[in-house]
């Protein structure tokens, strides 16, 4: 008799990577956020994750814009997560990773940027060099019983 064949979850290449960009940033956001005792009291974050598919022959022109962002984004009120670059794989994908406390704080950020000097000047870059061929944007929030458990260190048998 034949074992049986674990159940298998059919995902898009897409959705993996997102998955595992969105936990990045629960991991990394969970070390800056303190641990509240009652839920009421918890600092609830919202991250916006970026998908950008880049022209692959300018991906350092893409980091550099990346870099960037690292003054820009704190100066406007964002908590800049992260930006990362293709690895390995597809070569075509970056992602931005902000965090946010409300969706109202978010479009606070976005008034600022629309009037920071520097931050124009890093779209109009961009957009000049058409380092970025498209963008997706997504909001996503931490599912209670989720973020920051630890794993656990369990001896083998």
Request: charged content about 25%; overall charge positive.
């Amino acid at each position: 008799m034949k074992p049986a064949k674990p159940a298998t979850v059919q995902m898009s290449r897409r959705q993996a990577i997102g998955g595992f960009v969105a936990t990045v940033a629960a991991l990394r956001l969970g070390c800056d956020v303190p641990a509240r005792s009652a839920a009421k009291e918890r600092l609830m974050t919202i991250v916006c994750v970026i998908r950008y598919q880049i022209d692959p022959f300018q991906r350092d022109a893409f980091k550099k814009y990346a870099e960037n962002w690292g003054r820009i984004i704190p100066r406007c009120g964002g908590h800049l997560v992260g930006y990362f670059l293709p690895y390995e794989g597809t070569n075509d994908v970056g992602w931005g990773l902000i965090a946010f406390d409300t969706l109202a704080s978010y479009e606070t950020y976005k008034s600022r940027l629309k009037t920071d000097p520097e931050a124009r000047e890093n779209f109009s870059m961009a957009q000049t060099k058409r380092i970025i061929l498209r963008e997706e944007r997504n909001f996503v929030e931490v599912v209670d019983g989720t973020f920051g458990i630890p794993a656990s260190l369990l001896s083998a048998p």
